[in-house]
Structures are given as C-alpha cells and as structure tokens.
C-alpha cells in the first residue's frame, strides 16, 4: 500500500501506544509518515472517550477532514480507539464518509480492514467484544512499532481494568483485566534497548494488580495442583530478590508456586541492559504494595516519581466512587513510599464535581491534596460517562460553575506545593534526559529530571533528543526549572524519526 498516513491521537498514553502501532503497521504495509494531514492518503484518529469532550474533539475534526476529503475524494479516513469502541455504529451513521471503524480490541486489523474496505468499496466498521486473551499477538506491544520518540518506548503490560470506579468509562471499553505474560514483556523491553531506547514506561491501569489473572488462568488450565500456593502472595513475604519463570510457572525461593508481581516486573525491567530508566503509570492506591516500594527504592533505574491518583479527598465521595480507600489510608500508603523511596516525587490525578460532592467534600480534597504535598495534578471537572453509574446520577449532578471554582481552588492548593518541590531543586545537580528544543526559546532544550520535572537548558552545542545531560538547577516556578548545562553524560544511540501527531 503506496501512499502517506498520518495519525493523530486523542487521549491518555495508552492512546498513544495504540498510535505507535497503528504507524508501525501502515508502515509495515509500504506507507509513509506525514505531519500533514491535506496530503495524507490515510488519516487515523486514535479516539479517546474517558471525558464529554473528546467526543466533541472527533466529531470536530471529522468535519474538517470531510472538507480535505471532498477536495481529494481518495483520501481515507480510519476511526480507532476507545470512542469508536463505546459509538460503535453511530460513528458511521453520523460521518458516512469515514471508511473504516475499528475498536480497542482489534488495533492489530487496521491495515486488513482498509484493504477489506477497498475491495468492498462500502464502508467496513468492526468492533470486538473482547480480545482473545490467549492471543499473544493481540497485545499492542507485540505488534510493529514506530516511536514518537526513538530513545523512548512504552510497554503495555495489562489490558483492560477489574475495577468498577463509578464515574469510569474504561472497563467498558477496555474489557477485563488481561495481563501480558512476563517473558514477553522482558523480551520486548531487551528489543527496544537494541534499537536505541533507554527510557521505558511500563502502561497499564493498575499496575499493582499485574499478575493476578495470569495466575487465575493457570488454574482454568489446571496446572495448579494443590491450590495452596497459588495466589495473593502475604503481603510479609520478603522481596524477591530474584523471581525465576519457568515456561508460565513462578516459583519462589522455596519451590512454591506463585504469581508474578508487579514488583518483579519492576525488577526484571530494570535489569535490562542499556535501559537507564523505568517508569510506570497508573498504580491504583489500594493495591499498591510494600513490594512495588521496594522495588522502587532498590532498581537503580526505577525513576523517582510516583503517579498515584487520589480521585477525592472526601471519604464519602471516595465510597461513593467505589476507590476501596480512605483518604487516611491514602496519606499512609503515601507517607509509606516517601519513607521507602529517598527523593520521591508524587503527582495524581483528582476529579472535582462528583455526583453529590457537597462544600465539605469539596473541602476535604483540599486539605488532603495540602497534605500530600503534590508535586503535580493532573485536575478534571467530572464528565457524565454514559453506561457508568456516576452517569445515571443525574438529581445529584454538581453545577459546573460551582464545579469550576471548586477546581481553582485546587489548583491553587497544588500549585503551592508544586512550586515549594520545584524551588527544593534549585541548587542541585540533576540527570535530564532532553526531549527536544524548548517551545518558548528555540536557543534551549527542554527535558525531564528523574523525578519527571521539566527543566530547560541552554546546551553548548545542538543537543539531540535522547540525550542524558547533567545540569544546574538556578531557577524554578509552579511548572518548571532552569537549568545550566554542566555535561553530557550519555549521548543518544536511537535512529530519529517523528510520524505521528497529538490530538
Ligand atoms: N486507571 C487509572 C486510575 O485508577 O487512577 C485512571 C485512568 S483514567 C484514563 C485517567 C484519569 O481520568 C482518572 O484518574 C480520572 O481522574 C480521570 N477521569 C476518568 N473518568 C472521568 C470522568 N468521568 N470525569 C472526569 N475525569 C475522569
Ligand atoms: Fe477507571 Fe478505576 Fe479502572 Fe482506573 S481503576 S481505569 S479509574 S475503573
């Protein structure tokens, strides 16, 4: 298939990874990146439906690719992701013109499904129930990849989510939890050190939970014999200082049968050559284990940074969500990973306006959020999800402008903390991994420390992507830090290559 594809993508990282994919695959078929989505000959939006306006978003730009494809009647449209997964047919019925919908469960059909549309000449829309977890290949790691950024990979270890969060669209369009085996994980990572990537970050929604299925199925296929030990692991077993997988089966260092931890993976990654740091993102708080601590505090590359998200402050707002926590039992398992892990950094995420967050409530989230001293917040207004329970709460809907000052007032809170953290670096010596040219000042680069704050620089000479530099913190503010260039400690190995485009 001869042509230019370009992919824009709406959504969280797990989008994004979709969107590698989807490249790695047209690309795989003879296509060629474009930025520009007027001579593209296949454009890709990776859809995103977690909140009301990434609906909007789609449907907005759906309008504008009709006009380019009115002028090039050629040009084909494919509509992927979460979106489609949730609209099914509608998307086709309120956009007749785009060519193919496929969902969440099927990334790896998107070149097949075009060619099914060409030689069919009718517009084709397939959506999947669920993945077929036996099905390796069926995880969007296990497919060709192209990356956004070539030193930096991410790596989905589980699919789909158990839990049941009120306001949540995601198991609806992600499906059951199903965790990628560890050996293919480790392979890949061991792949993506070889091509030059030395930042991974491991994707999944709860991560901490990682394994539990894995062992779930080996009872369905009964190679548990005895029962016993298979299962949760005691929280008071000692870390694993090393975990041993043979075929499908995990034993620890008494021969007994167990599942592999997220923990281990942590472990296993981290021991990679070449992969200098790991990342990991969404451990849900409940589930978040002395282990995954420990792990955190003893591999070397495992960065510093913590993304745990909180949701509320308010312990009747956090049941109502159904987060299996209290906002004490979240301050402790924080204050538990401070303790255990030197120099952490803590961001999270946090929604304001649940169905029937009263003042008080709206209170409480600010004195936790004070409490916990973020370093960062990624803040929501609720978005109404249809098919969700929080959705079907209509009586109880909070005002959006209430809603709105409630989340300034958070902002406020966080940004205090998340200046006092920055402010903290000054003085210091950091490890930045650079990520390109600043966006105010085409004469700096910008990258991340190992804390994952975003320091610009002024290098002495052009500085590739990639590339891990030391660098004097003299200056910060709510969002970032100025640095000056001390030295270059490694210097990128990746080739460069930019195809696909943010939503
Ligand atoms: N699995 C992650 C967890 O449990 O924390 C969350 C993944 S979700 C893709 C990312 C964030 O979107 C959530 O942490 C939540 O703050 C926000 N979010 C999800 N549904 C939302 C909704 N209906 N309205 C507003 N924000 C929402
Ligand atoms: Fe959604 Fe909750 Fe699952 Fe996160 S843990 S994906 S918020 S249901």
Same mark, same amino acid.
């Given at each position: 298939?001869?042509?230019?594809?370009?992919?824009?993508?709406?959504?969280?990282?797990?989008?994004?990874?979709?969107?590698?994919?989807?490249?790695?695959?047209?690309?795989?078929?003879?296509?060629?990146?474009?930025?520009?989505?007027?001579?593209?000959?296949?454009?890709?939006?990776?859809?995103?439906?977690?909140?009301?306006?990434?609906?909007?978003?789609?449907?907005?730009?759906?309008?504008?690719?009709?006009?380019?494809?009115?002028?090039?009647?050629?040009?084909?449209?494919?509509?992927?992701?979460?979106?489609?997964?949730?609209?099914?047919?509608?998307?086709?019925?309120?956009?007749?013109?785009?060519?193919?919908?496929?969902?969440?469960?099927?990334?790896?059909? @998107? !070149?097949?499904?075009?060619?099914?549309? $060409?030689?069919? +000449?009718?517009? %084709?829309? *397939?959506?999947?129930? =669920?993945?077929?977890?036996?099905?390796?290949?069926?995880?969007?790691?296990?497919?060709?990849?192209?990356?956004?950024?070539?030193?930096?990979?991410?790596?989905?270890?589980?699919?789909?989510?158990?839990?049941?969060?009120?306001?949540?669209?995601?198991? @609806? !369009?992600?499906?059951?939890?199903?965790? $990628?085996?560890? +050996?293919?994980? %480790?392979? *890949?990572?061991?792949? =993506?050190?070889?091509?030059?990537?030395?930042?991974?970050?491991?994707?999944?929604?709860?991560?901490?939970?990682?394994?539990?299925?894995?062992?779930?199925?080996?009872?369905?296929?009964?190679?548990?014999?005895?029962?016993?030990?298979?299962?949760?692991?005691?929280?008071?077993?000692?870390?694993?200082?090393?975990?041993?997988?043979?075929?499908?089966?995990?034993?620890?260092?008494?021969?007994?049968?167990?599942?592999?931890?997220?923990?281990?993976?942590?472990?296993?990654?981290?021991?990679?050559?070449?992969?200098?740091?790991?990342?990991?993102?969404?451990?849900?708080?409940?589930?978040?284990?002395?282990?995954?601590?420990?792990?955190?505090?003893?591999?070397?590359?495992?960065?510093?940074?913590?993304?745990?998200?909180?949701?509320?402050?308010?312990?009747?707002?956090?049941?109502?969500?159904?987060?299996?926590?209290?906002?004490?039992?979240?301050?402790?398992?924080?204050?538990?990973?401070?303790?255990?892990?030197?120099?952490?950094?803590?961001?999270?995420?946090?929604?304001?306006?649940?169905?029937?967050?009263?003042?008080?409530?709206?209170?409480?989230?600010?004195?936790?959020?004070?409490?916990?001293?973020?370093?960062?917040?990624?803040?929501?207004?609720?978005?109404?999800?249809?098919?969700?329970?929080?959705?079907?709460?209509?009586?109880?809907?909070?005002?959006?402008?209430?809603?709105?000052?409630?989340?300034?007032?958070?902002?406020?809170?966080?940004?205090?903390?998340?200046?006092?953290?920055?402010?903290?670096?000054?003085?210091?010596?950091?490890?930045?991994?650079?990520?390109?040219?600043?966006?105010?000042?085409?004469?700096?680069?910008?990258?991340?420390?190992?804390?994952?704050?975003?320091?610009?620089?002024?290098?002495?000479?052009?500085?590739?992507?990639?590339?891990?530099?030391?660098?004097?913190?003299?200056?910060?503010?709510?969002?970032?830090?100025?640095?000056?260039?001390?030295?270059?400690?490694?210097?990128?190995?990746?080739?460069?290559?930019?195809?696909?485009?943010?939503?």
């Amino acid at each position: 298939m001869a042509g230019k594809y370009v992919v824009r993508t709406f959504g969280c990282q797990m989008n994004e990874h979709d969107s590698e994919r989807l490249a790695g695959l047209l690309e795989a078929d003879g296509m060629e990146p474009t930025t520009d989505a007027a001579e593209a000959d296949v454009v890709v939006l990776n859809t995103c439906c977690i909140r009301e306006n990434a609906d909007n978003k789609l449907y907005g730009t759906l309008g504008h690719l009709k006009s380019l494809k009115d002028a090039r009647p050629g040009m084909e449209i494919v509509v992927a992701g979460c979106l489609s997964q949730k609209d099914r047919g509608s998307i086709a019925e309120r956009a007749p013109y785009v060519d193919v919908v496929l969902g969440t469960h099927n990334v790896h059909r @998107a !070149v097949e499904l075009l060619h099914e549309r $060409r030689e069919s +000449g009718r517009p %084709v829309v *397939e959506i999947l129930e =669920a993945t077929v977890a036996e099905d390796h290949e069926l995880f969007p790691s296990a497919l060709p990849v192209v990356r956004q950024a070539g030193y930096a990979g991410w790596v989905t270890i589980q699919m789909g989510c158990d839990n049941s969060c009120a306001f949540c669209i995601v198991p @609806a !369009v992600r499906g059951p939890e199903i965790s $990628r085996p560890f +050996g293919d994980i %480790v392979a *890949e990572v061991e792949r =993506a050190a070889i091509d030059g990537v030395t930042e991974v970050t491991l994707l999944g929604q709860n991560v901490n939970s990682y394994g539990r299925d894995l062992t779930l199925r080996m009872r369905q296929q009964g190679s548990d014999p005895d029962g016993d030990s298979v299962g949760d692991v005691d929280p008071g077993r000692p870390v694993l200082e090393d975990s041993f997988v043979v075929g499908d089966t995990w034993l620890d260092a008494d021969n007994a049968r167990i599942r592999p931890l997220f923990a281990d993976l942590l472990r296993a990654i981290g021991a990679v050559p070449g992969i200098r740091r790991v990342r990991y993102t969404s451990p849900h708080p409940k589930d978040l284990r002395p282990e995954t601590i420990a792990a955190m505090a003893q591999v070397e590359s495992v960065c510093e940074h913590l993304h745990l998200p909180l949701q509320s402050g308010s312990d009747s707002i956090l049941a109502a969500m159904h987060r299996g926590y209290t906002a004490e039992r979240y301050l402790e398992r924080l204050r538990d990973a401070r303790a255990g892990i030197s120099d952490l950094a803590v961001t999270t995420d946090i929604i304001v306006g649940f169905p029937g967050e009263t003042d008080a409530d709206a209170e409480s989230t600010l004195e936790v959020a004070a409490e916990a001293r973020f370093d960062g917040a990624f803040t929501f207004v609720y978005s109404p999800r249809p098919g969700t329970e929080a959705g079907d709460m209509a009586d109880r809907f909070v005002d959006h402008q209430v809603a709105v000052e409630r989340m300034a007032r958070l902002r406020q809170v966080v940004e205090r903390s998340s200046l006092l953290g920055n402010q903290a670096r000054v003085g210091r010596t950091e490890e930045v991994l650079v990520f390109g040219p600043s966006k105010r000042d085409p004469e700096r680069v910008s990258g991340r420390t190992r804390q994952n704050r975003l320091v610009h620089f002024r290098p002495p000479a052009p500085m590739r992507p990639g590339t891990y530099a030391q660098v004097q913190i003299v200056g910060a503010t709510t969002t970032s830090l100025l640095g000056e260039f001390v030295e270059v400690v490694a210097a990128p190995s990746h080739r460069t290559r930019i195809p696909v485009a943010s939503g």
